[in-house]
T-cell receptor, first 113, second 113 residues
Framework: KQEVTQIPAALSVPEGENLVLNCSFTDSAIYNLQWFRQDPGKGLTSLLLIQSSQREQTSGRLNASLDKSSGRSTLYIAASQPGDSATYLCAAMNAGNNRKLIWGLGTSLAVNP | DAMVIQNPRYQVTQFGKPVTLSCSQTLNHNVMYWYQQKSSQAPKLLFHYYDKDFNNEADTPDNFQSRRPNTSFCFLDIRSPGLGDAAMYLC????????????FGPGTRLTVL
């Protein structure tokens, strides 16, 4: 059974720092891995999707990597800004017939001015 | 702008009083999902529609039903809300089930008194 874990649960950094959020999954047979952002009391915004055949995806100041063999993905945020403050969730989509997203609990990020 | 819209944003109901949550989309996506998210928890998939085909998750209580009268609209009906059903309900869409990224609405916060 796939389990997704995100560490740390919460992170507070000063503005301008580069930071890394971690996501690990127990079953390497995934179809893709996705990173989402959630602002307090709001829905989710898709940030990056990495297919199982890919190693990384980039969008602006965000870079997500995927290492299936070790069951890990990282989200790298460059030059963090207060507007990056949110909860970041990763979700792994299982391969096979019953594909659905298996979610981590998220990392709550606070970027302080 | 193409988007996923949920109404209402906040819904208060009484214990046992039926409630309907609404989701509409202008993305013309084939798939519509309903998730339940409780505080500090990951989203939990309740069910999804692929076109007119309804797919219920095995652990979704019978108290939860859904309707999709056309491509643009999908409804979540809670027949007899209990206190444990208080949560954020998120609607999402996708072009194809299980393979593409999902586009989320802002959510409906349900309070049960």
């Amino acid at each position: 059974k796939q389990e997704v874990t995100q560490i740390p649960a919460a992170l507070s950094v000063p503005e301008g720092e580069n930071l890394v959020l971690n996501c690990s999954f127990t079953d390497s047979a995934i179809y893709n891995l996705q990173w989402f952002r959630q602002d307090p009391g709001k829905g989710l915004t898709s940030l990056l999707l990495i297919q199982s055949s890919q190693r990384e995806q980039t969008s602006g100041r965000l870079n997500a990597s995927l290492d299936k063999s070790s069951g890990r993905s990282t989200l790298y945020i460059a030059a963090s800004q207060p507007g990056d403050s949110a909860t970041y969730l990763c979700a792994a989509m299982n391969a096979g017939n019953n594909r659905k997203l298996i979610w981590g609990l998220g990392t709550s990020l606070a970027v302080n001015p | 702008d193409a988007m996923v819209i949920q109404n209402p944003r906040y819904q208060v109901t009484q214990f046992g009083k039926p409630v309907t949550l609404s989701c509409s989309q202008t993305l013309n996506h084939n798939v519509m999902y309903w998730y339940q998210q409780k505080s500090s928890q990951a989203p939990k998939l309740l069910f999804h529609y692929y076109d007119k085909d309804f797919n219920n998750e095995a652990d979704t209580p019978d108290n939860f039903q859904s309707r999709r009268p056309n491509t643009s609209f999908c409804f979540l009906d809670i027949r007899s809300p209990g206190l444990g059903d208080a949560a954020m309900y998120l609607c999402a869409t996708g072009r194809r089930p299980s393979t593409d990224t999902q586009y989320f609405g802002p959510g409906t916060r349900l309070t049960v008194l």
